[in-house]
Protein backbone atom coordinates (compact mmCIF):
# COMPACT_ATOMS: atom_id res chain seq x y z
CA UNK A 1 0.00 0.00 0.00
CA UNK A 2 1.38 3.50 -1.13
CA UNK A 3 0.66 4.81 2.07
CA UNK A 4 3.11 2.43 4.04
CA UNK A 5 5.64 2.26 1.67
CA UNK A 6 6.03 6.41 1.97
CA UNK A 7 5.96 6.18 5.64
CA UNK A 8 9.51 4.10 5.54
CA UNK A 9 10.87 7.28 4.04
CA UNK A 10 10.00 10.14 7.02
CA UNK A 11 10.48 7.77 9.87
CA UNK A 12 13.37 9.09 10.74
CA UNK A 13 12.33 12.44 12.05
CA UNK A 14 12.85 11.23 15.56
CA UNK A 15 11.34 14.60 17.27
CA UNK A 16 8.00 13.13 16.81
CA UNK A 17 7.03 9.83 18.25
CA UNK A 18 7.07 6.62 15.31
CA UNK A 19 3.23 5.90 16.14
CA UNK A 20 2.22 9.32 16.08
CA UNK A 21 4.32 9.85 12.61
CA UNK A 22 1.65 7.38 11.64
CA UNK A 23 -1.22 8.04 12.45
CA UNK A 24 -0.33 11.91 11.06
CA UNK A 25 0.40 9.97 7.68
CA UNK A 26 -3.07 7.93 7.75
CA UNK A 27 -5.29 11.19 8.70
CA UNK A 28 -3.39 12.57 5.70
CA UNK A 29 -4.24 10.39 2.90
CA UNK A 30 -7.55 10.10 4.35
CA UNK A 31 -8.36 13.94 3.85
CA UNK A 32 -6.63 13.56 0.73
CA UNK A 33 -8.52 10.78 -1.26
CA UNK A 34 -5.69 8.22 -0.90
CA UNK A 35 -7.48 6.30 1.79
CA UNK A 36 -10.59 5.53 0.79
CA UNK A 37 -14.07 4.09 2.59
CA UNK A 38 -14.04 0.58 2.92
CA UNK A 39 -10.14 0.19 2.13
CA UNK A 40 -8.53 -2.73 4.05
CA UNK A 41 -5.69 -1.49 6.66
CA UNK A 42 -2.46 -3.67 6.75
CA UNK A 43 -2.64 -6.10 9.53
CA UNK A 44 -0.51 -5.33 12.59
CA UNK A 45 2.03 -8.03 11.47
CA UNK A 46 2.21 -6.56 7.93
CA UNK A 47 2.70 -2.89 8.61
CA UNK A 48 5.21 -3.88 11.77
CA UNK A 49 7.27 -5.93 9.05
CA UNK A 50 6.89 -3.21 5.70
CA UNK A 51 7.44 -0.21 8.13
CA UNK A 52 9.91 -1.84 10.51
CA UNK A 53 8.09 -0.74 13.43
CA UNK A 54 7.34 -3.05 16.55
CA UNK A 55 3.91 -4.30 16.81
CA UNK A 56 3.22 -2.13 19.59
CA UNK A 57 3.85 0.95 18.13
CA UNK A 58 1.22 -0.20 14.75
CA UNK A 59 -1.29 -0.91 17.67
CA UNK A 60 -1.17 1.90 19.28
CA UNK A 61 -1.54 3.72 15.67
CA UNK A 62 -4.84 1.77 14.87
CA UNK A 63 -5.80 2.07 18.47
CA UNK A 64 -5.67 6.20 18.03
CA UNK A 65 -7.12 6.08 14.65
CA UNK A 66 -9.85 4.11 16.03
CA UNK A 67 -10.47 6.21 18.76
CA UNK A 68 -10.49 9.40 16.08
CA UNK A 69 -13.51 7.17 14.22
CA UNK A 70 -11.39 6.90 11.06
CA UNK A 71 -10.91 3.27 11.44
CA UNK A 72 -12.72 0.48 12.49
CA UNK A 73 -12.07 -3.31 13.49
CA UNK A 74 -13.77 -5.79 12.19
CA UNK A 75 -12.89 -9.16 14.16
CA UNK A 76 -10.83 -11.92 12.03
CA UNK A 77 -10.83 -9.61 9.20
CA UNK A 78 -8.72 -6.29 10.08
CA UNK A 79 -8.76 -2.69 10.60
CA UNK A 80 -10.95 -0.56 7.67
CA UNK A 81 -11.33 2.94 6.90
CA UNK A 82 -14.47 4.13 8.39
CA UNK A 83 -17.67 3.99 5.78
CA UNK A 84 -19.48 6.96 5.13
CA UNK A 85 -22.30 5.81 7.63
CA UNK A 86 -19.76 6.64 10.69
CA UNK A 87 -20.19 9.79 9.40
CA UNK A 88 -16.68 10.57 10.61
CA UNK A 89 -16.06 14.60 11.73
CA UNK A 90 -12.80 16.54 12.31
CA UNK A 91 -11.78 17.16 15.84
CA UNK A 92 -10.23 20.45 16.66
CA UNK A 93 -8.23 20.78 19.89
CA UNK A 94 -8.34 24.58 20.81
CA UNK A 95 -5.72 25.89 23.29
CA UNK A 96 -5.24 28.96 24.83
CA UNK A 97 -4.17 30.87 27.52
CA UNK A 98 -7.43 31.90 29.25
CA UNK A 99 -10.50 32.75 28.36
CA UNK A 100 -10.50 36.27 27.72
CA UNK A 101 -13.51 38.89 25.48
CA UNK A 102 -10.79 39.22 23.31
CA UNK A 103 -10.42 34.90 22.99
CA UNK A 104 -13.96 34.01 23.13
CA UNK A 105 -14.53 36.38 20.34
CA UNK A 106 -11.89 34.54 18.02
CA UNK A 107 -13.32 31.31 19.03
CA UNK A 108 -17.00 32.27 18.67
CA UNK A 109 -16.03 32.99 15.16
CA UNK A 110 -13.89 30.12 14.35
CA UNK A 111 -16.90 27.92 15.74
CA UNK A 112 -19.46 29.35 13.91
CA UNK A 113 -17.60 29.37 10.59
CA UNK A 114 -16.19 25.88 10.33
CA UNK A 115 -19.10 24.01 10.27
CA UNK A 116 -21.37 21.46 12.02
CA UNK A 117 -19.41 18.43 10.99
CA UNK A 118 -16.32 19.99 12.85
CA UNK A 119 -16.08 19.37 16.95
CA UNK A 120 -14.74 21.79 19.17
CA UNK A 121 -12.93 22.00 22.03
CA UNK A 122 -11.33 24.26 23.91
CA UNK A 123 -8.64 23.67 27.20
CA UNK A 124 -6.84 26.83 29.09
CA UNK A 125 -2.92 26.53 30.01
CA UNK A 126 -3.19 29.35 32.47
CA UNK A 127 -0.13 30.83 30.82
CA UNK A 128 1.55 28.03 32.80
CA UNK A 129 4.54 26.47 30.37
CA UNK A 130 4.01 23.00 32.19
CA UNK A 131 0.50 22.81 31.50
CA UNK A 132 1.13 24.05 27.75
CA UNK A 133 3.05 20.67 27.38
CA UNK A 134 1.21 18.41 29.45
CA UNK A 135 -2.41 19.16 27.76
CA UNK A 136 -0.40 18.99 24.14
CA UNK A 137 1.31 15.53 25.25
CA UNK A 138 -2.42 14.37 26.65
CA UNK A 139 -4.03 14.99 23.80
CA UNK A 140 -1.62 13.80 21.14
CA UNK A 141 -3.36 12.02 18.43
CA UNK A 142 -6.90 12.97 20.07
CA UNK A 143 -7.27 15.44 17.43
CA UNK A 144 -7.30 16.21 13.42
CA UNK A 145 -6.31 19.91 14.31
CA UNK A 146 -4.46 21.68 16.80
CA UNK A 147 -5.74 25.42 17.07
CA UNK A 148 -3.22 27.00 19.61
CA UNK A 149 -2.78 30.73 21.10
CA UNK A 150 0.52 30.03 22.50
CA UNK A 151 0.90 33.48 24.52
CA UNK A 152 3.55 34.18 27.52
CA UNK A 153 5.38 30.65 25.89
CA UNK A 154 8.78 31.07 25.44
CA UNK A 155 10.74 29.46 22.83
CA UNK A 156 12.66 27.08 25.23
CA UNK A 157 13.80 23.08 23.78
CA UNK A 158 10.91 21.50 26.05
CA UNK A 159 8.28 23.77 24.53
CA UNK A 160 9.23 23.66 21.03
CA UNK A 161 9.69 19.56 20.94
CA UNK A 162 6.56 19.53 22.26
CA UNK A 163 4.74 21.23 19.24
CA UNK A 164 6.88 20.07 16.96
CA UNK A 165 5.27 16.42 18.07
CA UNK A 166 2.02 17.67 16.42
CA UNK A 167 2.54 17.42 12.47
CA UNK A 168 2.91 20.86 10.96
CA UNK A 169 -0.35 20.67 8.68
CA UNK A 170 -2.02 20.03 11.71
CA UNK A 171 -1.30 22.65 13.64
CA UNK A 172 -2.36 26.41 13.88
CA UNK A 173 -1.26 29.10 15.74
CA UNK A 174 -3.23 32.40 16.30
CA UNK A 175 -1.85 35.49 17.27
CA UNK A 176 1.69 34.87 17.95
CA UNK A 177 4.34 32.92 15.63
CA UNK A 178 7.57 30.75 17.33
CA UNK A 179 10.30 31.22 14.81
CA UNK A 180 11.77 27.76 16.33
CA UNK A 181 8.98 26.13 14.47
CA UNK A 182 10.59 27.17 11.39
CA UNK A 183 6.61 27.81 9.62
CA UNK A 184 6.39 24.05 9.14
CA UNK A 185 2.59 25.27 10.48
CA UNK A 186 -0.14 27.29 9.60
CA UNK A 187 -0.02 30.66 11.47
CA UNK A 188 -2.25 34.22 11.57
CA UNK A 189 -0.91 36.20 13.38
CA UNK A 190 -0.57 40.41 14.43
CA UNK A 191 2.45 42.21 13.80
CA UNK A 192 1.37 44.37 16.66
CA UNK A 193 4.26 46.72 17.09
CA UNK A 194 4.36 47.79 13.23
CA UNK A 195 0.64 47.97 13.23
CA UNK A 196 -0.37 50.21 16.37
CA UNK A 197 2.67 52.29 14.90
CA UNK A 198 0.26 52.34 11.56
CA UNK A 199 -3.29 52.96 13.21
CA UNK A 200 -2.02 55.35 14.82
CA UNK A 201 -0.16 57.30 13.07
CA UNK A 202 -3.57 57.21 10.49
CA UNK A 203 -5.23 59.57 12.82
CA UNK A 204 -2.59 61.26 13.95
CA UNK A 205 -4.11 64.75 13.75
CA UNK A 206 -6.61 63.32 16.30
CA UNK A 207 -4.38 62.99 18.95
CA UNK A 208 -2.85 66.57 18.21
CA UNK A 209 -5.85 67.38 20.27
CA UNK A 210 -3.79 66.44 23.16
CA UNK A 211 -0.65 67.28 25.40
CA UNK A 212 0.33 63.66 26.30
CA UNK A 213 -0.25 59.71 25.30
CA UNK A 214 -0.58 57.44 28.28
CA UNK A 215 0.00 53.39 27.82
CA UNK A 216 -2.25 51.68 30.59
CA UNK A 217 -0.48 48.27 30.69
CA UNK A 218 -2.23 45.27 33.21
CA UNK A 219 -1.47 41.89 34.49
CA UNK A 220 -4.64 40.56 34.29
CA UNK A 221 -5.14 40.23 30.42
CA UNK A 222 -1.97 39.15 28.06
CA UNK A 223 -0.80 41.90 25.54
CA UNK A 224 2.55 41.26 22.99
CA UNK A 225 5.15 43.92 24.72
CA UNK A 226 6.17 44.74 20.75
CA UNK A 227 2.64 46.84 21.68
CA UNK A 228 4.74 48.86 23.77
CA UNK A 229 7.23 49.69 21.37
CA UNK A 230 4.86 50.90 18.54
CA UNK A 231 3.05 53.13 20.88
CA UNK A 232 6.51 54.49 21.79
CA UNK A 233 7.98 54.81 18.56
CA UNK A 234 4.84 56.82 17.74
CA UNK A 235 5.39 58.67 20.46
CA UNK A 236 8.79 59.81 20.03
CA UNK A 237 8.39 60.33 16.14
CA UNK A 238 5.71 62.95 16.35
CA UNK A 239 7.15 64.50 19.29
CA UNK A 240 4.45 63.20 22.00
CA UNK A 241 4.74 63.82 25.65
CA UNK A 242 3.95 59.60 26.73
CA UNK A 243 3.80 57.67 29.69
CA UNK A 244 3.53 53.93 30.44
CA UNK A 245 1.90 53.45 33.27
CA UNK A 246 0.76 49.93 35.56
CA UNK A 247 -2.86 50.20 35.66
CA UNK A 248 -5.36 52.79 36.49
CA UNK A 249 -6.99 51.64 39.87
CA UNK A 250 -5.32 54.33 42.02
CA UNK A 251 -4.76 56.50 39.33
CA UNK A 252 -6.52 59.57 38.63
CA UNK A 253 -6.53 60.68 34.80
CA UNK A 254 -5.67 64.15 33.40
CA UNK A 255 -7.42 66.90 31.62
CA UNK A 256 -5.64 66.94 27.95
CA UNK A 257 -4.62 63.11 28.00
CA UNK A 258 -5.32 60.16 26.20
CA UNK A 259 -5.50 56.70 27.69
CA UNK A 260 -5.25 53.28 25.69
CA UNK A 261 -6.29 50.66 27.85
CA UNK A 262 -5.52 47.05 27.46
CA UNK A 263 -8.21 46.38 30.21
CA UNK A 264 -11.80 46.54 30.36
CA UNK A 265 -10.89 47.03 35.01
CA UNK A 266 -8.61 50.31 33.65
CA UNK A 267 -11.44 51.74 31.14
CA UNK A 268 -14.15 51.75 33.78
CA UNK A 269 -11.60 53.60 36.54
CA UNK A 270 -10.66 56.10 33.61
CA UNK A 271 -14.82 56.55 32.76
CA UNK A 272 -15.28 57.08 36.82
CA UNK A 273 -12.34 59.15 37.49
CA UNK A 274 -13.12 61.47 34.09
CA UNK A 275 -16.86 61.80 35.22
CA UNK A 276 -15.81 62.63 38.83
CA UNK A 277 -13.91 65.68 37.84
CA UNK A 278 -16.88 66.31 35.05
CA UNK A 279 -14.43 65.93 32.10
CA UNK A 280 -15.97 65.52 28.38
CA UNK A 281 -14.66 63.01 26.94
CA UNK A 282 -13.24 63.44 23.32
CA UNK A 283 -12.53 67.05 24.43
CA UNK A 284 -10.84 67.02 27.98
CA UNK A 285 -9.63 63.75 28.18
CA UNK A 286 -9.27 60.61 25.42
CA UNK A 287 -9.93 57.26 26.14
CA UNK A 288 -9.05 54.79 23.47
CA UNK A 289 -9.64 50.35 24.26
CA UNK A 290 -7.73 47.88 23.00
CA UNK A 291 -10.29 45.67 21.36
CA UNK A 292 -13.97 45.74 21.01
CA UNK A 293 -16.94 44.17 22.73
CA UNK A 294 -20.74 44.61 22.61
CA UNK A 295 -21.22 47.59 24.97
CA UNK A 296 -18.31 49.44 24.27
CA UNK A 297 -20.28 51.19 20.99
CA UNK A 298 -22.67 52.60 23.55
CA UNK A 299 -20.54 52.77 26.77
CA UNK A 300 -20.11 56.59 28.21
CA UNK A 301 -21.44 57.45 24.51
CA UNK A 302 -19.05 55.77 22.77
CA UNK A 303 -15.71 54.05 22.94
CA UNK A 304 -12.80 54.59 20.38
CA UNK A 305 -11.28 51.47 19.97
CA UNK A 306 -7.68 49.22 18.27
CA UNK A 307 -8.55 46.14 17.30
CA UNK A 308 -7.08 43.04 16.32
CA UNK A 309 -9.95 42.04 14.51
CA UNK A 310 -10.55 38.82 16.63
CA UNK A 311 -13.60 37.82 14.36
CA UNK A 312 -11.74 37.96 11.41
CA UNK A 313 -8.67 36.00 12.97
CA UNK A 314 -11.18 33.09 13.90
CA UNK A 315 -13.04 32.78 10.35
CA UNK A 316 -9.36 32.74 8.69
CA UNK A 317 -8.22 29.67 10.66
CA UNK A 318 -11.55 28.32 10.25
CA UNK A 319 -10.67 28.27 6.29
CA UNK A 320 -7.42 26.83 6.95
CA UNK A 321 -9.39 23.31 8.29
CA UNK A 322 -12.29 23.71 5.92
CA UNK A 323 -9.72 24.08 2.54
CA UNK A 324 -6.51 21.75 3.85
CA UNK A 325 -3.94 23.79 3.23
CA UNK A 326 -0.85 25.54 5.28
CA UNK A 327 -1.62 28.85 5.28
CA UNK A 328 0.46 32.22 7.11
CA UNK A 329 -1.66 35.24 7.11
CA UNK A 330 -0.89 38.78 8.97
CA UNK A 331 -3.49 40.27 10.32
CA UNK A 332 -3.82 44.02 10.08
CA UNK A 333 -5.17 45.87 13.42
CA UNK A 334 -7.65 48.35 12.67
CA UNK A 335 -9.33 51.43 14.59
CA UNK A 336 -12.82 52.32 15.40
CA UNK A 337 -13.22 56.48 15.95
CA UNK A 338 -16.18 57.31 18.59
CA UNK A 339 -16.73 59.98 21.08
CA UNK A 340 -14.43 59.08 24.10
CA UNK A 341 -11.70 60.35 21.24
Not at 39 to 53: F, G, H, K, Q, V
Not at 164 to 174: A, C, D, P, V
Not at 266 to 275: C, E, N, P
Not at 298 to 325: D, F, R, V
Given at each position: ???????T??K??????K??????????D???????????????????E????????????????????????????????????A????K????V????????????A????????????????????????????????????????????????????????????????????????Q??????????????????????????????????L???????????????????????????LD?L????????????????????????????????L????????L???????????G????????????????Q??????????????????????
Amino acid sequence: MKTFAEFTKIKSDSKTPKYQQLVNVLLTDIDNGVLKSGDRLPSINEASEECYLSRDTVERAYSELHRLGVVTSIFRKGYFISGQSAKIKTKVLFLVGKISENNKAIFNAFVNTVGKEVVVDICTYNYKSDNFREIISNNLGNYHYYVIMPHLIEETEENIKCLKKISGERLILLDKSLTSLQSNNSSIVCNTGEEIFRVMQQHVRIFKKYKSLNLVLTEEEYFDSELITGFREFCELNAFDFQVLDGLQDETVEEGHVYLTMDDADLVAAIKSAQSQKFELGKDIGLISLNDSCYKEILAGGISIISTQPNQMGQLASQIIKEGKRQNNSMPMEMILRKSL
